[in-house]
């Protein structure tokens, strides 16, 4: 980091092309300037209106009332909280390990490794509504897991599993409905950086002595970290918004978080109510990127 | 490498497809064509139904071209809101519930000029009354329909003795569950309570009137606190737990999860429809007070953006044609608003749900019920409260004076801030309405 | 052809300064190697030549144009990269031409002229391939086909053969020697390997930390390095360097070195330059070679002690310990030695190398 | 990059006769069946939600309620799926969909590329504030932008068109898309670029003959991922449209009041073209994650 005498009087005035679109420092403000604005039209003005809302009350003036009156107003706000961040926590870790397992699997490049990973990928190309139908398709009281269990005589009768009397059913439905759709995304992010891995690190910690859940224990995850990392923030970004396998599958027993706000929107038209919910959405989505950020670091000199 | 050019190919197709622009983008001058938005006919079999049997004989006639969108509450509301905020829009016509109207009111245009066009059809007056919101003709009647009751036949030998199908009691309602919960070993009755059921009128419609004789001021009433309990110890346990995300009973009813089940008549409809000969429609119980039910009221209006009023408003002339109205009763169940076309009766299937329809409206202890009609776009946080009482009380299990309480003050602040006056079968007198004991 | 000019050039990244202050003249036709550790902004500079980073201050000049604010396809320059760069979406042939095609050359004129690149690496039976179909070596004759068809001015190389196999490497350090003599370019060659610089360049400029610390022959780079960093990067083993002091003994107009607790006594010509520096610290440097083992105590020889022997065929490469430094020496192989066994080191005076213990700067001219 | 056992087959041996594959110690081949009963176990996991909405949108009506669900119908009914294909609108919000997405697509690559193309190329100040910040366009429930959207789909006359329906699309797919893209620039050598420029291109030049020929495929495979974002998108296009709707929008409004029968066709209709688009996909899943966000 030696001292930089600033070099004087070398500069020419460059050619004026240049001087807009030419030099390395500007060039890359120009390429990413399109899709800043584009953001902004589309979504930061509509969105920053609708933020603001959730901080007004109805004359227009600032106020953080509208968080404690719709907890009068809506007796599903705190069993929303807790659900949303049960519902994460639950998924996003599963998620996270059954991915890995089939990233591991498909890495072993057996023969067919790469159908198996069209295959294990399908749910990628889903709507959660076409999800949340199959899902119910199969849990509802006359669908195909009691037909199923009923044709092998395992049971007398269908078993309500979608019943608000148990509700970690309900709960124990949803994680399986979004375990089965959402986890392609992370696999494919993880295969991707698994491939990255040479495999002369993972060969050399065997000539060390090191068995499998070494190997993978001490060489490979954290060499997948920066994976890990984007996994992760993308997944848990879409699991605070989990709504239409929920709504889909427990209804409103099972409240949530984005399922509120909609509901609170399309259905009360309290715009307000519902900016709160996802000022809150927001926030934690906000906080848990920051997390990830913070505590996966990739350190500047690890990277490769 | 072939593949770098073939996919080069396909990019520049896209590219130069999308260059080209879009079809189907109506821009130029055409034949008169009107958006008629629609809250109810949405299924997809009354849908075709509505394009194919009534607005293509109105093209026919007029030469005006119509296109029918079925569309959620919540949707419209968007819709309207946006266009009212923009200030020009597309939406020609909203067919909707009353209940739906509530809401949208402050974007509708006044049709009293419509309804003067009318003059050669009778509307019930009370039906017109309905559609003054805010001040002004908000919607002129359409059709009607309620809510009611519907059985298996398979059901009918566990009814209990004495009881009369067409004069049901809440009772005895929940004794033939108890029946039919021996017979077959699980709870075979329904009310809907998925997430977009309509819970909440079974609350504020039929249960509140028939027990109380009140949808509001005796919210919190000894009288009410009785009935939550013979809701959540006596009734509920007869109910089959699948219906906590059913939102229409009919499936339920076909599949044979339940035997027994109330909800709207279009949300009963398809059981019949599929197997005429395996049920029967039949009224509400009744309680203490009466026999408290809802007639739904569905209206045509014109937002005050529509960009063709004079076309939506001949649109709104030929559906309330006794002969258009007869003939959407016989293909969907929908009964007529005006009184030339009343007393025809629907063919083959339907004429199961119109005879509990009829059974129910002319019941000796008839007692209706009415949506709030004041409480504008807030019309959905006065369900809200009572499905939410009802969760909270019956499936949650909290404490009944507690929950009635906390939500009493809840009806009270929203009347209170709308200055709604009180829905039948509560006098209306008072203006705001305010639910007595707070 | 042209020579290349920098003139106090500087590069930096954010807070990092990767090229301080760089003044350098290439000769036209010269083969000049930047050689140095990597980090030390060799490469950097080769960019800031080739116009692939825009200088944060000074001028570059090839020939008598004034380059500094020119694109790099303006400035006449053709460049091999480390990892040859070959476009992996055109055929050999493609790929040679592709700077042809860029300045409209006719049709005609390219084949004749792709097709004299390729014989002159030995690559014209590839020409139909896809790189994908060519072996490491083959790709880097393509690279250098490539830059060399359009006869630039210059070429500019940044460590081409580093991504070679050992033998291939020194078969092609070779033929780019013939190439250069053969087209005649100058040449900027950019590696962290001695022996390549030693044996490519007509000069050598050897850099650290962003500056050039050294420009001259390979043999002055290595018999006379300007600094301990160069002494010690260049040469294999590199130069031995030993704590020492210059002191004046009575008799006058003589002067000894004193290190390892002996003295040495100086030739005459040094006198001149190390005047000033008697009673002054010094580093002494010295190369492997230039050491003579003697098994016997002898006058002026230092006392020391085998650690390790290797033999390298040609020579043995003994390790020793002297007064606490540690010595690498050049034997022949005839000489019998055991680890552990004390022998006696006379350093050849005229090739004795003084530097300044702070600086590190050489002290002889 | 070679499997374990071809590996060791190919190592030199000092023994001559080779007797062709060598056969495996009873351990691998152990290891070997639980590795394929797991892959047939996971696969089958992952196949067999879409076998039966499949099934269950081809029972025949009369079979549809019936207890217990027969896991193959008695027979093959198309009579719903064709009412649902044949009924208003369907297949023009099919087309109408395929518009949108390939709008959509040439929108989003014709913006997001540059951004990617500049995280990929450039050390700049703010790039990891930009990436942070288009990460969180996605944190918010889109469902509330509903009327400040409609209000400026008015303004901008675009409201009902397939092209509103496009930008909006646009806008949700542009966070991944500059993810992707950026990992896809990533992937293309920056010295291929740079070696054209010394020969004679310019900047410019060097990414339209050199860098765009060789990321095609991954952004093939970024536009096949914008595909599908828009082909799911409902709630957008289900407010900005009236009368030019796409196939989700059609396909909410019409079948969430509809029977269920209806609701399986109709999600399983809407399921096909996902399945092409993934399986079209599949080789540039992995390439176009490559470089994921906190990468490089």
């Known amino acids: 980091m030696a001292p930089v005498e600033a070099p004087v009087g070398t500069h020419r005035p460059r050619p004026l092309r240049q001087r807009i679109l030419g030099t390395d420092t500007l060039l890359p403000y120009w390429l990413l300037l399109p899709s800043v604005l584009y953001l902004v039209l589309f979504f930061v003005i509509p969105l920053s209106q609708a933020i603001v809302v959730a901080f007004q009350d109805g004359a227009g003036n600032w106020t953080l009332e509208n968080f404690p009156k719709l907890r009068r107003w809506d007796f599903n ?128 910690a065997e000539v060390l002595g090191a068995n499998r859940w070494q190997r993978l224990w001490y060489v490979v995850l954290p060499l997948l970290r920066p994976s890990l990392q984007a996994a992760l923030i993308i997944r848990t970004i879409f699991a605070f918004e989990i709504f239409a396998v929920v709504l889909a599958l427990a209804g409103d027993f099972l409240p949530v978080l984005a399922e509120r706000a909609y509901n609170w929107y399309f259905f009360r038209q309290n715009l307000r109510f519902a900016s709160v919910y996802a000022v809150i959405i927001l926030a934690i989505s906000l906080i848990f990127t920051v997390l990830y950020l913070v505590f996966l670091r990739v350190r500047e000199e690890e990277r490769r | 490498m072939k593949g770098y050019k073939r996919i080069g190919l396909l990019i520049a197709l896209l590219g130069l497809t999308a260059a080209l622009g879009v079809p189907g983008d109506s821009l130029q001058a055409q034949p008169p064509r009107i958006v008629w938005v629609s809250t109810q006919l949405v299924p997809i079999q009354e849908a075709e139904f509505v394009r194919n049997e009534i607005l293509k004989p109105f093209t026919e006639e007029t030469g005006i071209e119509v296109e029918f969108i079925g569309a959620q509450y919540g949707e419209l509301f968007t819709r309207l809101e946006g266009e009212a905020r923009a200030g020009q829009g597309s939406t020609d016509l909203v067919g909707g519930l009353q209940g739906d109207f509530v809401g949208i009111a402050q974007f509708m245009d006044d049709v009293s000029d419509v309804l003067a066009g009318l003059g050669d059809r009778t509307f019930a007056a009370g039906d017109l009354q309905l559609g003054t919101l805010g001040g002004i003709q908000a919607f002129i009647p359409w059709m009607r329909a309620t809510y009611l009751m519907m059985a298996n036949k398979q059901a009918l030998e566990y009814l209990p003795e004495g009881a009369d199908l067409n004069a049901l009691t809440y009772e005895q309602l929940v004794a033939w569950g108890q029946a039919l919960q021996e017979a077959t070993g699980e709870p075979k009755l329904g009310i809907p309570a998925g997430p977009r059921s309509l819970l909440h009128r079974f609350v504020h419609g039929y249960a509140y009137p028939s027990f109380t004789g009140s949808t509001v001021k005796r919210f919190l009433s000894d009288e009410a606190v009785t009935m939550w309990e013979f809701l959540r110890d006596e009734l509920w346990p007869q109910v089959h737990p699948a219906v906590a995300t059913a939102d229409a009973m009919d499936t339920l009813l076909l599949e044979g999860t339940v035997w027994v089940a109330w909800d709207h008549s279009a949300r009963l409809k398809q059981a019949p429809v599929e197997r005429p000969e395996d049920f029967v429609a039949f009224p509400a119980p009744a309680g203490p007070y009466g026999r408290g039910f809802i007639n739904i009221l569905a209206g045509l209006g014109i937002p005050k953006t529509a960009p063709n009023r004079d076309a939506a408003a001949q649109l709104i002339e030929y559906l309330t044609r006794p002969e258009t109205q007869v003939k959407i009763l016989q293909g969907v169940g929908f009964f007529p608003s005006v009184e030339e076309a009343a007393g025809a009766t629907p063919p083959g299937a339907l004429k199961v749900l119109a005879e509990g329809v009829s059974a129910q409206a002319s019941a000796s202890d008839a007692l209706p019920a009415l949506i709030p009609g004041g409480l504008g776009p807030r019309g959905g946080d006065f369900g809200a409260i009572y499905r939410d009482t009802f969760i909270r009380i019956v499936i949650n299990g909290e404490d009944i004076p507690t929950v009635l309480r906390q939500q009493g003050e809840l009806l009270q602040e929203l009347f209170q801030e709308t200055g709604a006056a009180c829905p039948l079968p509560d006098p209306a007198d008072e203006q705001p309405c305010s639910v007595e004991g707070l | 052809m042209a020579e290349i000019r920098l003139e106090n050039v500087w590069k930096v990244f954010g807070k990092v300064v990767a090229v301080k202050d760089v003044s350098l003249t290439i000769e036209d036709g010269e083969f000049l190697v930047l050689l140095g550790p990597s980090g030390c902004g060799k490469t950097t500079t080769l960019r800031c030549i080739a116009g692939l980073e825009r200088v944060d201050g000074g001028r570059i000049f090839i020939g008598d144009r004034d380059v500094t604010e020119l694109p790099p396809g303006k400035r006449g320059i053709g460049m091999v990269f480390q990892s040859y760069a070959v476009f992996p979406h055109m055929r050999v042939f493609d790929n040679i031409a592709f700077g042809l095609k860029m300045q409209r050359v006719p049709r005609s004129e390219i084949k004749r002229r792709v097709q004299a690149a390729a014989e002159l690496l030995h690559i014209e039976d590839l020409l139909q391939r896809y790189p994908a179909q060519l072996s490491g070596g083959q790709r880097q004759r393509v690279a250098v086909a490539r830059a060399i068809v359009l006869e630039p001015e210059v070429l500019l190389m940044d460590e081409p053969l580093s991504n070679l196999d050992a033998l291939i490497r020194l078969q092609v350090r070779a033929e780019l020697k013939r190439l250069h003599k053969q087209i005649g370019s100058t040449t900027v060659y950019v590696t962290h390997d001695q022996v390549e610089a030693l044996s490519l360049g007509d000069r050598i400029a050897v850099m650290k930390d962003g500056e050039i610390v050294q420009v001259d022959d390979p043999t002055t780079v290595y018999e006379n390095p300007a600094d301990v960093f160069v002494g010690g990067f260049i040469g294999n083993p590199p130069m031995n360097f030993l704590p020492g002091e210059i002191a004046a003994p009575k008799k006058d107009g003589f002067l000894v070195l004193r290190a390892a607790g002996h003295e040495i006594p100086l030739p005459e010509e040094f006198v001149p330059a190390l005047q000033d520096h008697v009673g002054k610290p010094v580093t002494v440097g010295i190369r492997a070679e230039h050491i003579e083992v003697v098994p016997e105590p002898t006058e002026g020889a230092l006392p020391a002690q085998v650690l390790v022997v290797e033999p390298l065929g040609s020579h043995l490469l003994l390790t020793l310990e002297v007064g606490g430094e540690t010595l690498k020496v050049m034997v022949d192989t005839d000489l019998r030695v055991e680890p552990n066994a004390e022998v006696w080191l006379r350093f050849d005076p005229a090739k004795i190398r003084f530097m300044d213990r702070e600086t590190g700067k050489a002290l002889l001219p | 990059m070679t499997s374990p056992s071809s590996r060791s087959a190919s190592r030199p041996s000092p023994i001559p006769p080779y007797p062709g594959r060598r056969r495996l110690t009873p351990r691998e081949r152990r290891h070997r069946f639980l590795l394929y009963m797991a892959v047939v176990t996971i696969a089958s996991w992952v196949l067999l939600p879409i076998f039966l909405i499949a099934v269950l949108s081809f029972t025949p009506r009369e079979e549809f309620f019936n207890w217990p669900k027969p896991l193959i119908p008695s027979r093959f009914s198309i009579e719903t799926m064709a009412f649902f294909v044949k009924s208003y609108g369907v297949l023009q919000s099919t087309l109408n969909s395929v518009w949108v997405a390939l709008l959509t697509i040439g929108i989003t690559l014709a913006i997001a590329a540059p951004a990617g193309y500049a995280l990929s190329r450039f050390v700049f100040r703010g790039r990891e504030a930009f990436r942070l910040g288009i990460l969180i366009t996605r944190m918010f429930p889109t469902a509330l932008l509903a009327v400040p959207l409609i209000v400026l789909y008015y303004r901008l006359g675009i409201y009902d068109s397939l092209l509103g329906v496009a930008f909006i699309h646009a806008a949700m797919a542009l966070p991944f898309a500059v993810l992707i893209t950026t990992s896809v620039f990533v992937g293309v050598s920056r010295e291929l670029e740079e070696v054209a420029m010394t020969l004679g291109c310019s900047r410019l030049g060097a990414f339209a003959r050199v860098t765009l020929p060789l990321a095609l495929p991954g952004l093939a495979a970024a536009a096949m991922f914008t595909f599908v974002i828009s082909w799911n998108e409902v709630f957008a296009a289900t407010v900005l449209t009236t009368t030019n709707r796409t196939l989700p929008a059609q396909v909410l409004t019409n079948l969430q009041a509809s029977p269920p029968f209806f609701r399986v066709a109709g999600g399983f209709f809407m399921t096909v073209p996902a399945l092409l688009f993934i399986f079209l996909i599949r080789r540039y899943l992995i390439q176009m994650w490559g470089g994921t966000p906190s990468e490089r």
């Open chain 1, 77 to 204: 706000f705190l069993p929303a909280l807790k659900w949303t961040f049960l519902l994460a926590l639950v998924i996003v870790p599963l998620q996270l390990v059954t991915a890995l397992l089939i990233a591991l699997l498909v890495n072993t490049r057996f023969r067919g490794s790469q159908l198996f990973l069209y295959v294990c990928a399908v749910p990628l190309g889903l709507s959660d509504l076409a999800a949340g139908l199959i899902w119910y398709g199969i849990f509802a009281d006359r669908g195909f897991l009691n037909s199923l269990l009923y044709t092998l005589g395992l049971i007398d009768a269908p078993i309500t599993i979608l019943t608000p009397d148990e509700r970690w059913w309900l709960f124990g439905a949803v994680v399986v409905a979004e375990h089965w759709r959402a986890t392609a995304i992370v696999l494919v992010v993880l295969v991707a950086g698994l491939q990255m891995i040479s495999k002369d690190y993972l060969e050399s």
